[in-house]
């Protein structure tokens, strides 16, 4: 069968082709469909598998592992800056291993497009000695995903696969080979020198066995992965190797600019065979190394070759990779005369649109009544999630990691007490990683605001549910379970409750010698199942407005626009939310459109 499927749609047919029957995630761009796909197909095709959307990385991580103890196939999901959070159990699994496969995906972003870092999950599976893999298109990603599985069981070894944005978001017509699943029984069978190895003898021992285990790997690399390439290589002056995305696009470069010139795909970048490969690399005048991000194959190779790449300034540090960068990197190592890809691009690019909440997010309302009451003398921290866009508001002051937000309060609480603090967390951030911060400066008297905007599920990255919709999770009854009884706002869309309500809260912070803690209960625009939008549409009476800008730059809805001067309402964008008919104006130019 031939599908035209994302990247993230090929790697969940391939968990399934690989008899993969249990799958934990928690939501994280690029990473998302994976397991929203694998929940889709297990349910269409009435497998007996489980998909789970976890509380954080970490949980996915250990549900998803214990099911491969058991002797299951499993997979957990998440984006790279999640594998710093599941880095504990990723660390010591490598030691203790599993019976059955265990592949551990995280998705990398090259070029910061939705993410804090562009760090390189490659990395960590070295760090931690477990195998990576690096996919370069929708296809590889499900090839890669079947041979992770296997690799990981044949070696009882957790294996790390790392797609990156252009591959989990690409599309590309994919053979997907037909299949029958097979779903197992898990078995745990008790070993407590393995699977409760304690420093320091049985856990040297396993340390011991894991590194000749990476050996075995790395002769597995050397003759199932790279060596039936060698037979295509024609004894060129120069050697391109070549991962991932790299591998892509340097073939298009080659093709385009007819060069004769051999080319080296690495489908496991670590653990690399690096003395098998010694002799074959010296016979060429030179090897660049082209990867995304860091120089990971190029750091290892570099002792026994002359090597171009990152360390030697010639190949892109940073960003992710485009024809141009690769032919730049061939322009600078002297194989190419002219780079023909610079300046070439699109004509009429429309101008850029700052991100900026949805019209009738009730985030904004929040934003803007809580820069009302505060003002400019405060600290906001705020958190990873769609209302990192109270940056529109200036309502936001930092964006570290998930939770950061509930920590760094605590921090400012004890480093600048001039000001008062209010800290915005989402309630999925929350239940992710905000609980352990908030118990913390509970129990060491932080003072500060902690305002939990509850719209109960994940809007960020594709309304994924949370533990209130799926199993009864109660914010406030966690809240209180820390030792703070919580503010709470039934959000009406009107501007005058939503400052009556920071007004108090004010008032409780003002006679507080610890967090106060404000839950907004709230609605997504595009969840269809809780959304309650009036159905009151704005138009802006021209006679009224002064022009002066501030529903701009305060209230920002992306359906306000610029007109002879003066705001007009974009009655495409306008959903009815009816919140600027409530106080956003000094003049009252808002009224209701009657449609």
Same mark, same amino acid.
């Given at each position: 069968?031939?599908?035209?499927?994302?990247?993230?749609?090929?790697?969940?047919?391939?968990?399934?082709?690989?008899?993969?029957?249990?799958?934990?995630?928690?939501?994280?761009?690029?990473?998302?469909?994976?397991?929203?796909?694998?929940?889709?197909?297990?349910?269409?095709?009435?497998?007996?598998?489980?998909?789970?959307?976890?509380?954080?990385?970490?949980?996915?991580?250990?549900?998803?592992?214990?099911?491969?103890?058991?002797?299951?196939?499993?997979?957990?999901?998440?984006?790279?800056?999640?594998?710093?959070?599941?880095?504990?159990?990723?660390?010591?699994?490598?030691?203790?291993?599993?019976?059955?496969?265990?592949?551990?995906?995280?998705?990398?972003?090259?070029?910061?497009?939705?993410?804090?870092?562009?760090?390189?999950?490659?990395?960590?599976?070295?760090?931690?000695?477990?195998?990576?893999?690096?996919?370069?298109?929708?296809?590889?990603?499900?090839?890669?995903?079947?041979?992770?599985?296997?690799?990981?069981?044949?070696?009882?070894?957790?294996?790390?696969?790392?797609?990156?944005?252009?591959?989990?978001?690409?599309?590309?017509?994919?053979?997907?080979?037909?299949?029958?699943?097979?779903?197992?029984?898990?078995?745990?069978?008790?070993?407590?020198?393995?699977?409760?190895?304690?420093?320091?003898?049985?856990?040297?021992?396993?340390?011991?066995?894991?590194?000749?285990?990476?050996?075995?790997?790395?002769?597995?690399?050397?003759?199932?992965?790279?060596?039936?390439?060698?037979?295509?290589?024609?004894?060129?002056?120069?050697?391109?190797?070549?991962?991932?995305?790299?591998?892509?696009?340097?073939?298009?470069?080659?093709?385009?600019?007819?060069?004769?010139? $051999?080319?080296?795909?690495?489908?496991?970048?670590?653990?690399?065979?690096?003395?098998?490969?010694?002799?074959?690399?010296?016979?060429?005048?030179?090897? !660049?190394?082209?990867?995304?991000?860091?120089?990971?194959?190029?750091?290892?190779?570099?002792?026994?070759?002359?090597?171009?790449?990152?360390?030697?300034?010639?190949?892109?540090?940073?960003?992710?990779?485009?024809?141009?960068?690769?032919?730049?990197?061939?322009?600078?190592?002297?194989?190419?005369?002219?780079?023909?890809?610079?300046?070439?691009?699109?004509?009429?690019?429309?101008?850029?649109?700052?991100?900026?909440?949805?019209?009738?997010?009730?985030?904004?309302?929040?934003?803007?009544?809580?820069?009302?009451?505060?003002?400019?003398?405060?600290?906001?921290?705020?958190?990873?999630?769609?209302?990192?866009?109270?940056?529109?508001?200036?309502?936001? $002051?930092?964006?570290?990691?998930?939770?950061?937000?509930?920590?760094?309060?605590?921090?400012?609480?004890? +480093?600048?007490?001039?000001?008062?603090?209010?800290?915005?967390?989402?309630? +999925?951030?929350?239940?992710? +990683?905000?609980?352990?911060?908030?118990?913390?400066?509970?129990?060491?008297?932080?003072?500060?605001?902690?305002? !939990?905007?509850?719209?109960?599920?994940?809007?960020?990255?594709?309304?994924?549910?949370?533990?209130?919709?799926?199993?009864?999770?109660?914010?406030?009854?966690?809240?209180?379970?820390?030792?703070?009884?919580?503010?709470?706002?039934?959000?009406?869309?009107?501007?005058?409750?939503?400052?009556?309500?920071?007004?108090?809260?004010?008032?409780?912070?003002?006679?507080? $010698?610890?967090?106060?803690?404000?839950?907004?209960?709230?609605?997504?625009?595009?969840?269809?199942?809780?959304?309650?939008?009036?159905?009151?549409?704005?138009?802006?009476?021209?006679?009224?407005?002064?022009?002066?800008?501030?529903?701009?730059?305060?209230?920002?809805?992306?359906?306000?626009?610029?007109?002879?001067?003066?705001?007009?309402?974009?009655?495409?964008?306008?959903?009815?939310?009816?919140?600027?008919?409530?106080?956003?104006?000094?003049?009252?130019?808002?009224?209701?459109?009657?449609?």
């Amino acid at each position: 069968m031939k599908k035209a499927l994302l990247g993230n749609e090929a790697i969940a047919y391939g968990l399934l082709i690989a008899n993969v029957d249990v799958m934990a995630a928690y939501p994280g761009t690029p990473s998302s469909e994976i397991l929203e796909t694998y929940q889709k197909l297990i349910k269409k095709l009435d497998l007996p598998a489980v998909a789970e959307w976890s509380t954080n990385e970490k949980v996915a991580f250990e549900t998803a592992y214990a099911a491969a103890i058991t002797g299951k196939r499993a997979a957990c999901g998440m984006k790279m800056v999640g594998l710093n959070v599941a880095s504990d159990p990723l660390m010591s699994s490598a030691y203790i291993g599993n019976k059955g496969g265990f592949l551990v995906i995280s998705a990398d972003d090259p070029g910061f497009y939705s993410s804090q870092t562009e760090q390189d999950s490659r990395y960590f599976a070295k760090f931690a000695r477990i195998p990576a893999l690096d996919p370069t298109d929708p296809q590889d990603g499900l090839k890669l995903a079947i041979l992770g599985i296997e690799i990981s069981e044949k070696f009882e070894i957790p294996v790390l696969l790392r797609p990156v944005l252009r591959v989990c978001h690409g599309r590309q017509i994919v053979d997907i080979p037909d299949f029958e699943f097979k779903g197992r029984e898990g078995n745990f069978e008790r070993n407590i020198e393995r699977w409760a190895a304690v420093p320091r003898v049985p856990r040297l021992k396993q340390g011991i066995s894991l590194l000749a285990k990476l050996k075995e790997i790395e002769k597995f690399n050397y003759e199932s992965l790279i060596k039936p390439q060698l037979k295509k290589l024609k004894n060129t002056e120069n050697l391109i190797i070549a991962s991932g995305t790299s591998y892509g696009f340097a073939l298009e470069v080659i093709e385009d600019n007819n060069l004769d010139i $051999d080319i080296i795909k690495i489908d496991m970048p670590t653990p690399l065979p690096v003395n098998l490969l010694k002799e074959l690399l010296s016979r060429y005048k030179q090897v !660049i190394v082209f990867e995304e991000t860091y120089p990971l194959i190029e750091e290892q190779i570099a002792p026994v070759a002359n090597v171009k790449g990152k360390l030697t300034g010639d190949v892109f540090n940073i960003d992710e990779v485009t024809h141009e960068r690769i032919a730049e990197g061939l322009k600078n190592t002297g194989i190419l005369n002219k780079n023909i890809y610079t300046g070439k691009g699109f004509d009429d690019i429309p101008a850029p649109r700052k991100p900026a909440l949805c019209p009738g997010c009730p985030h904004r309302t929040v934003f803007y009544g809580m820069k009302k009451v505060f003002g400019n003398n405060a600290i906001y921290p705020s958190d990873i999630g769609c209302y990192t866009l109270g940056l529109n508001q200036k309502a936001v $002051d930092t964006i570290l990691c998930m939770g950061a937000s509930a920590g760094l309060a605590g921090g400012f609480s004890i +480093s600048d007490k001039s000001k008062p603090i209010i800290a915005t967390i989402g309630d +999925s951030t929350f239940l992710h +990683s905000g609980i352990h911060p908030l118990i913390n400066s509970i129990a060491n008297k932080h003072k500060y605001i902690l305002v !939990i905007l509850d719209n109960s599920t994940v809007a960020m990255t594709g309304l994924q549910p949370t533990p209130e919709r799926t199993g009864g999770v109660s914010i406030e009854k966690v809240v209180e379970g820390c030792g703070v009884k919580p503010f709470i706002l039934q959000y009406d869309g009107k501007v005058e409750t939503t400052v009556d309500f920071f007004n108090k809260v004010k008032e409780a912070y003002k006679n507080s $010698d610890t967090p106060v803690v404000a839950v907004v209960k709230e609605f997504c625009t595009f969840d269809k199942e809780n959304v309650k939008l009036p159905g009151k549409f704005a138009s802006v009476d021209p006679q009224k407005c002064t022009g002066c800008g501030y529903c701009m730059d305060t209230f920002g809805c992306p359906a306000f626009e610029w007109k002879d001067g003066k705001v007009t309402v974009n009655k495409y964008f306008c959903v009815g939310c009816g919140v600027c008919l409530s106080g956003v104006c000094p003049f009252n130019a808002f009224v209701e459109d009657k449609r």
